[in-house]
């Protein structure tokens, strides 16, 4: 998952000042610095202002879905200024996640499946490949790690929705549609890919 803005379009716009580099570098670096768990953000526009001493900043975030979210503050600083409104905007983004995920929290108990156990073996085994033809015997393999998974009835938008908004490499589901399971899974280009079992 992205955890950092990559090449996101920012435009810093300052009225009734010179804008600086450090002033436009400094309100960049902040909104690049914003973490990216949801939603997505596609364009961002930082508006300083200053009038009779008040440095006023409001930042308006285009972002996927169809989601703006903005936020405004003034101080005395104008730096100060753009760390509170990056601070509203943070919380502006983690509340619409909060919201997004008790929307999609399901209401009835729903099949589960289980996850195939993991099969790690010991280090000594890397030793034994050098001497693959005095093994008599396959290695033991470990348990590491076993998961249950909800296994759910959504759209393939809403699959992606939820793929975006977990750290999970993929997401198995039922698709609504046409009632077969499905795995989606994000491949190293960024696309998504469905590989139907």
């Known amino acids: 998952m992205q955890t950092v803005n990559a090449n996101t379009p920012i435009t810093v716009t300052v009225r009734h000042e ?37 440095h006023i900043v409001e930042i308006i975030l285009f972002c996927a879905n ?41 209401n009835r108990r729903q099949d589960t499946i289980k996850h195939l156990d993991e099969k790690v073996f010991s280090s000594d085994f890397l030793d034994d490949l050098d001497h ?21 009835t959504m759209l393939k938008e809403d699959a992606i929705l939820e793929l975006e908004l977990s750290e999970k490499p993929f997401v198995v589901y039922n698709n609504e549609r046409r009632n077969v399971t499905q795995i989606l899974y994000r491949r190293k280009d960024g696309d998504y890919a469905i590989i139907e079992p």
């Open 18 to 54: 010179k804008v600086t580099d450090s002033l436009r570098d400094y309100a960049t670096k902040k909104i690049q610095g914003l973490h990216l768990d949801y939603p997505k953000i596609i364009e961002a526009k930082a508006i300083l202002d200053v009038q009779k001493n008040r």
């Open 66 to 106: 169809h989601i703006t979210i903005e936020a405004s503050s003034e101080s005395k600083d104008m730096y100060a200024s753009i760390d509170d409104t990056i601070s509203k905007i943070a919380r502006r983004m983690r509340k619409h996640k909060t919201r997004l995920l008790r929307k999609q929290r399901p």
């Open 132 to 152: 693959a033809e005095e093994l008599t015997h396959d290695p033991e393999p470990m348990i590491i790690h076993r998961e249950s998974y909800r296994l759910k």
